[in-house]
């Protein structure tokens, strides 16, 4: 699997990518995936947060998981944590 799936803050969207990215808006910080709005910070510090869980869930191999009974991979899906 090349990718992970994030459901986004809101719940109204579940987004494959392969790019997550933080954007500065003054008063707040956007986390962003494949141009999609997928979070949104009061500080820096905490987009920089969530983007390490996201890092450490990718690293840790939690983006897949093997299902016994089928003997298939699926994919697992990272939600994005409120402010």
């Known amino acids: 699997m090349n990718g992970i799936w ?3 803050q809101d719940k109204n969207r579940l ?3 392969t790019n997550v990215y933080i954007s500065d808006y003054g008063n707040f ?3 962003k995936a494949d141009s999609r709005i997928i ?3 009061p500080t820096k510090e905490r987009a920089l947060q969530v983007l390490d869980e ?3 869930y990718i690293a840790c ?4 998981a093997h299902e016994g ?4 991979w699926r ?6 944590p409120e402010s």
């Open 29 to 31: 910080t956007l986390v």
């Open 54 to 56: 996201i890092q450490g």
């Open 61 to 64: 191999g939690t983006t897949e």
């Open 39 to 41: 979070g949104e910070y």
């Open 75 to 80: 994919g697992v899906v990272y939600v994005m």
């Open 69 to 72: 009974e089928t003997g298939t």
């Open 6 to 8: 994030i459901r986004s």
């Open 15 to 17: 987004i494959f990518t």
